[in-house]
T-cell receptor
Framework: AQSVAQPEDQVNVAEGNPLTVKCTYS??????LFWYAQYPNRGLQFLLK??????LVKGSYGFEAEFNKSQTSFHLKKPSALVSDSAWYFC?????????FGSGTRLQVQP | KAGVTQTPRYLIKTRGQQVTLSCSPI?????VSWYQQTPGQGLQFLFE???????NKGNFPGRFSGRQFSNSRSEMNVSTLELGDSALYLC?????????????FGQGTRLTVV
């Protein structure tokens, strides 16, 4: 069975600084990995996905993620954080027609 | 292009009642999935429908059921509500069923069972 782990419940970063939200995965076979953001009173917004190809995936709102097969990681990054990036972030792996989500990381960007 | 629409946005029900939630997917999307989000259990997969057929089901009791109509709209039903069913129910649509395709989520229905 596939799973993802987000080791940090919360990440705090100052506006303008780079941010990283961590995710590790466990799957058999090739992983299909996703990042979603959840803003207050909103559903999940798709940010990016890794299916195959380049290890650095670029997504929406300036986010990118680095796939590392040897470390089974798929960390979300952004070079310069904005206060509006404050949200919950969920890493997910696609299994048999269903997404398995991590527990989520709350990102707080301070002005 | 309109996004995924879920109705109603908020519901308050009493234990023992039943409830029906509705989801209209993005036009042209044929796959609809449902997820339950709670503070304790996080996001959990309920089921997926594609072309009116249930393709996959998560580990939820039979009180949770769903269906999909020919226009791809989907409904989810929960019977004999329990306090623990209080959650945000999210619907997601995808163009096709299977791995690789991103899912587009609605804003959710917040169900409170009292």
């Amino acid at each position: 069975a596939q799973s993802v782990a987000q080791p940090e419940d919360q990440v705090n970063v100052a506006e303008g600084n780079p941010l990283t939200v961590k995710c590790t995965y466990s799957v058999s076979g090739n992983p299909y990995l996703f990042w979603y953001a959840q803003y207050p009173n909103r559903g999940l917004q798709f940010l990016l996905k890794y299916i195959t190809g380049d290890n650095l995936v670029k997504g929406s709102y300036g986010f990118e993620a680095e796939f590392n097969k040897s470390q089974t990681s798929f960390h979300l990054k952004k070079p310069s954080a904005l206060v509006s990036d404050s949200a919950w972030y969920f890493c997910a792996v696609m299994g048999r027609r269903a997404l398995t989500f991590g527990s989520g990381t709350r990102l707080q960007v301070q002005p | 292009k309109a996004g995924v629409t879920q109705t109603p946005r908020y519901l308050i029900k009493t234990r023992g009642q039943q409830v029906t939630l509705s989801c209209s997917p993005i036009s042209g999307h044929r796959s609809v999935s449902w997820y339950q989000q709670t503070p304790g259990q996080g996001l959990q997969f309920l089921f997926e429908y594609f072309s009116e057929t249930q393709r996959n089901k998560g580990n939820f009791p039979g009180r949770f059921s769903g269906r999909q109509f020919s226009n791809s709209r989907s409904e989810m039903n929960v019977s004999t509500l329990e306090l623990g069913d209080s959650a945000l129910y999210l619907c997601a649509s995808s163009p096709s069923s299977g791995a690789g395709g991103e899912a587009f989520f609605g804003q959710g229905t917040r169900l409170t069972v009292v």
